[in-house]
C-alpha cells in the first residue's frame, strides 16, 4: 500500500516538473531555460523566480536600512533556508484554502489595506511608494494581501474555533502567578540616625539612649519629623528632613521591614537598634500598585492563554500538514 502510494507520488512530482518545464519552452522554439521548480509541494510547485522575488524584497529593505554589502549577504544567506521553509508552509496552507473553497472578494482585499495605510497615516501614493522602496510593485503586494485574509480564515477554522479556556484554566494560572496579580507596596521614608559604636564606651551608649528617647518625646508631643532629623540625625540625610526615599518591601532590610509594618502615612516607628545606631523611620506615604483580583485579571489571562494555546495548536498543526505532505526539494 505504501509503495503504491510512493510510486504514486513520484509519478505525480515528475508531470509538476515536466508541466513546468513545458510552461517555460512554450512560445517559442529558442526559448531558454529561466526558472527552474525548487520544490514540488502535493501536487504544486514552487519556482526558484518565487524564492528569488521574496530574497529581493528583504535585500531591498536592507538597503532601505543602510546595511552593508557584506552584512547584506551575510543576512541573505542566513534566511534563504527560512524563506524557503514558509514558501513550503505557505504552499500547503494554500492549499487547505483551496481544500475548504475559502474565498475573498476585492472589496475586503481593498478595505483592509485601506486600514493598513491609514494606520500609518499615509496617501494612497505615499503608501504605494512605501510598498516600492520594500522591492515589491502593487500588485504583488495586493495578492499578498489576499493571501493572508484567506489564511487567517483558515486559521480561525482549522485551529482558533477549536481553542476553548475555561474558568479552572484561568483560575490555575492566577493561582501560579500570584505575585504577578498581588501588586507592591512601597514606603516613602524618612529616618533619624543616631550613631554609636557597638564596641564603643558606655558612656556613648548611655548618650544615644538618653538622646533617642528625648527625640521620642518630641515627636509624640506632635513636632515636625523633618525638623527633629535635620537637628538631631547624625545621617547625611539631616539636611533634608531625614529623606530616605521610595522603597518596595523586598528591598527593605528585616529590622526596617519589621519596624514600618503596620505604620500608616504621618506615622513613626519606635527607636530601632542597628549596626549604624539608633534608628527611627517615619513613613511618609504608602504607595500600592498592580494589584488586580481574579475577576479584575480574567479578560487579561484568558486573552493570554488564548493566544499561548493557538500559537502552540497552529505549530502542531502545521507540523501535521508537512509531515503527511510530499515535499520534494530539488537542488
Not at 512554450?26 to 504544486?44: I, Q
Not at 554609636?196 to 538618653?210: I, M, P, R, Y
Amino acid at each position: 500500500m505504501h509503495c503504491r502510494t510512493d510510486i504514486k507520488r513520484s509519478v505525480k512530482a515528475a508531470l509538476a516538473v515536466c508541466a513546468v518545464l513545458i510552461w517555460i519552452c512554450m512560445g517559442s522554439a529558442r526559448a531558454e531555460l529561466v526558472d527552474r521548480v525548487l520544490v514540488v509541494v502535493n501536487d504544486d510547485i514552487i519556482l526558484l523566480s518565487e524564492l528569488e522575488q521574496v530574497m529581493a524584497t528583504i535585500k531591498a529593505s536592507y538597503e532601505h536600512q543602510g546595511v552593508s554589502i557584506a552584512e547584506q549577504m551575510q543576512l541573505l544567506n542566513e534566511q534563504r533556508p527560512k524563506v524557503l521553509e514558509k514558501l513550503i508552509r505557505d504552499k500547503l496552507t494554500d492549499q487547505q484554502v483551496a481544500r475548504h473553497k475559502l474565498t475573498v472578494n476585492n472589496e475586503e482585499v481593498e478595505a483592509t489595506i485601506k486600514r493598513i495605510r491609514d494606520a500609518n497615516n499615509l496617501t494612497e501614493a505615499e503608501f504605494r511608494h512605501a510598498v516600492e522602496l520594500d522591492g515589491m510593485d502593487f500588485k504583488t503586494y495586493r495578492k499578498q494581501i489576499k493571501d493572508q485574509i484567506l489564511r487567517s480564515r483558515l486559521l480561525n477554522r482549522e485551529v482558533k474555533s477549536r481553542i476553548v479556556i475555561t474558568d479552572t484554566d484561568i483560575k490555575r494560572y492566577y493561582d501560579a502567578h500570584s505575585e504577578q496579580y498581588a501588586g507592591s507596596t512601597k514606603y516613602d521614608l524618612r529616618h533619624i540616625l543616631l550613631k554609636f559604636s557597638s564596641a564603643g564606651d558606655a558612656l556613648q551608649k548611655t548618650n544615644a539612649d538618653e538622646k533617642i528617647k528625648e527625640i521620642q518625646k518630641r515627636l509624640d508631643e506632635g513636632e515636625p519629623f523633618d525638623k527633629l532629623a535635620q537637628q538631631y540625625s547624625d545621617a547625611p540625610t539631616a539636611a533634608s528632613g531625614g529623606r530616605l526615599g521610595v522603597f518596595g518591601t523586598h528591598l527593605l532590610t528585616d529590622e526596617i521591614r519589621d519596624a514600618v509594618k503596620g505604620l500608616q502615612p504621618k506615622q513613626y516607628s519606635a527607636a530601632v537598634e542597628t549596626d549604624q545606631g539608633y534608628q527611627i523611620f517615619y513613613v511618609e506615604n504608602i504607595i500600592y500598585t498592580g494589584g488586580k483580583t481574579l475577576e479584575e485579571a480574567t479578560p487579561e489571562i484568558r486573552d493570554k492563554l488564548y493566544a499561548e494555546g493557538v500559537d502552540k495548536k497552529f505549530k502542531k498543526w502545521l507540523e501535521d500538514l508537512r509531515e503527511q505532505a510530499h515535499v520534494q526539494i530539488l537542488e
